[in-house]
């Protein structure tokens, strides 16, 4: 055959091998991409802060060596105070039930950290001092709360370094879930709540039973005072959170969720199967009818009950006091329940 006759089968060969030789330059380049974002998390970094009363925790991706050992009850490996990895990492917001700590997600917050972010908690420690029958409409501390947590960080010499506050998160479990919600643009309409338990008291009573009837006399204004203004001040103009949220048993009832919907960030709703404090029918599936369909992740787990959120209690715990909250059903292992939900709400909350 004349050479010349071969010229383009060698050209087409050139091509094509030139061609995936690109491809394969690229599939490099992309992958380092892909491999330098995947972080070398070797340790769990954590900080507390205190900031204007409230007690803040922070979890955040780390290679200091691991030098704490328990977060209250809970066996822990941190890096306490430890070297935080180059950042900036999104922020998590997360919000506890009402009476807990945030220690009680201590699980779910080393999960998150493993992806990349940095986990802020407060706690919510003024839960206690609004009468039971009004404390789901008088979240103006847990706000005061969440934005106290952000200032804390922002202003500490070093987090404040590698976090990245045009990107925040946020998870909330029961009434911490209503805490995110408006924390993300969301409103609490004391008229639909009143009504849902006129309609339902005796099917939803453990929710109403926080719900404060319109005919009685608010006690938070008498007894806060003035601390009610300056807790005020704390709650921005604009919602502390513009990302995903995740919110495990959540409150369905009494919330205005127009602003919520008019920002992009998908909203996790984690029904729990037996939930018998925050009923699923009446709460995590009544969100359905308020989210817009395209935003919603719903993930129902049976065979659950209300506190299978909180992180399973050491035996040395248990075996010496009584804690409600720590019982689980015979049968029912949390310890493999929480690696289930929290990669659940990690894979949902991916950097």
């Not at 010229?7 to 030789?21: E, G, K, Q, S």
């Not at 009850?73 to 900036?88: I, Q, T």
């Not at 206690?128 to 010499?157: C, F, S, W, Y």
């Not at 065979?303 to 299978?308: E, G, I």
């Amino acid at each position: 055959m004349p050479i010349f006759s071969r010229v383009p089968t060698f050209n087409r060969a050139l091509h094509d091998l030139c061609a995936l030789f690109l491809v394969l330059i690229m599939s490099i380049g992309f992958g380092g991409g892909a491999l330098a974002q995947q972080l070398d998390v070797r340790s769990i970094g954590f900080k507390e802060i205190s900031l204007n009363g409230v007690d803040i925790g922070v979890w955040y991706p780390s290679d200091g060596p691991i030098n704490r050992k328990t977060l209250g009850p809970f066996d822990v490996s941190y890096s306490d105070n430890g070297k935080p990895l180059a950042g900036p990492f999104p922020i998590v917001l997360l919000s506890h039930g009402i009476g807990g700590q945030y220690r009680n997600h201590h699980l779910t917050a080393a999960r998150l950290v493993k992806d990349g972010n940095v986990v802020i908690a407060p706690t919510h420690a003024r839960d206690m001092t609004v009468a039971r029958r009004a404390v789901i409409t008088r979240l103006e501390h847990r706000q005061h709360d969440l934005t106290a947590a952000l200032v804390g960080v922002g202003n500490d010499p070093v987090l404040s370094r590698v976090i990245n506050k045009t990107i925040v998160k946020g998870v909330g479990y029961s009434l911490g879930t209503a805490t995110i919600m408006i924390a993300s643009g969301a409103s609490i309409h004391t008229d639909l709540l009143e009504q849902h338990c006129i309609e339902n008291g005796d099917s939803d009573a453990e929710f109403c039973s926080y719900v404060e009837p319109r005919f009685f006399a608010s006690l938070w204004d008498w007894v806060t005072g003035n601390e009610a203004e300056k807790m005020r001040s704390f709650v921005p103009s604009s919602p502390l959170i513009n990302n995903n949220i995740s919110l495990i048993a959540p409150i369905g009832q009494g919330m205005d969720l127009v602003l919520m919907n008019a920002n992009a960030a998908k909203i996790q709703i984690l029904a729990l199967g037996d939930d018998d404090q925050l009923l699923p029918e009446f709460h995590a599936k009544a969100l359905l009818n308020k989210i817009d369909i395209d935003k919603i992740n719903y993930i129902e787990y049976p065979r659950t009950h209300h506190f299978a959120f909180i992180a399973p209690f050491p035996a040395w715990v248990t075996e010496k006091e009584d804690i409600p909250v720590a019982k689980d059903p015979v049968g029912f292992n949390r310890a493999a329940f929480q690696a289930k939900i929290n990669d659940d709400i990690a894979l949902f909350l991916q950097p």
